[in-house]
């Protein structure tokens, strides 16, 4: 369970204690559920992160509710938008490693997460990350009962694929742009873990490449470092 889950949680708990303690059974039993229903919903269960190359996990766990084409800052690509209900863990994470070259929080409204206008009047938080085989992108979505959006990361850190970035509280909404070339390996209506479901695969000439590019660069070092 995250920390949050304590701070939400505990108050209720140690109140119904002491409503049925002080014989307010009724209102006892009704708040230490509510407690129990916090602990739930701030779990933070271990994931299996795939390790094959090129593969670009869920960043949420959920149902996969819009896969559209999509430009981003001029360049063309696919949005999968995940759609977290109240009793989905929503602890994000990050869809590849890389480094978080962008953070920018966008105030907006609350509509219902299921709605097509959420991934862009909503308050959102949008994660821009730089992976070895290129850029990609994703939001944290406030929803309808979600009201706040979590992260625990900053501009500049790096991150491994699957690791825990943030978490958005009481129902959500995750988007993920890709550039074109990706392939997306999910469809409507699938329900995806995050960190462990593999929503697409970078194209295997991207990842060529991007080998081919280290093993350049580290030849150069090499070669600077001896002197030859």
């Known amino acids: 369970m995250v920390k949050e889950g304590h701070y939400f949680g505990l108050p209720p708990l140690v109140l119904g204690v002491a409503a049925y303690l002080a014989h307010w059974a009724v209102v006892g039993v009704i708040l230490v559920a509510l407690a129990l229903f916090v602990f739930y919903f701030f779990r933070d269960p ?14 949420a766990d959920g149902r996969i509710v819009v896969i559209t084409d999509e430009a981003h800052n001029g360049r063309p690509g696919k949005r999968v938008s995940i759609f977290l209900a109240i009793w989905n863990v ?8 890389g480094t978080i070259t962008g953070m920018d929080y966008r105030p907006g409204k ?17 994660i821009s990350l730089s992976t070895a085989t290129g850029e ?8 309808l009962i ?7 990361k900053k501009r500049g850190d790096v991150v491994a694929r699957g690791e825990r970035i943030g978490l958005v509280r ?39 490449r991007s080998s081919e590019h280290q093993d350049s660069s580290a030849a150069v070092e090499n070669l600077t470092a001896t002197g030859t």
């Open 46 to 59: 271990e994931r299996a992160i795939p390790t094959e190359a090129g593969a670009v996990v869920s960043p």
């Open 90 to 97: 929503h602890v994000n994470r990050s869809p590849e490693a």
């Open 110 to 126: 609350f509509l219902a997460a299921m709605v097509a206008r959420a991934s862009t009047e909503n308050e959102q938080n949008v």
């Open 136 to 143: 990609m992108m994703f939001k944290q979505i406030a929803g």
């Open 146 to 152: 979600a009201r706040r959006v979590v992260c625990w």
């Open 170 to 208: 009481f129902g959500s909404r995750v988007d993920l742009w890709l550039p074109t070339g990706a392939e997306i390996l999910v469809k409507l209506g699938d329900n995806v873990k995050g960190g462990s479901s593999v929503l697409a695969r970078w194209p295997a000439q991207a990842s060529l």
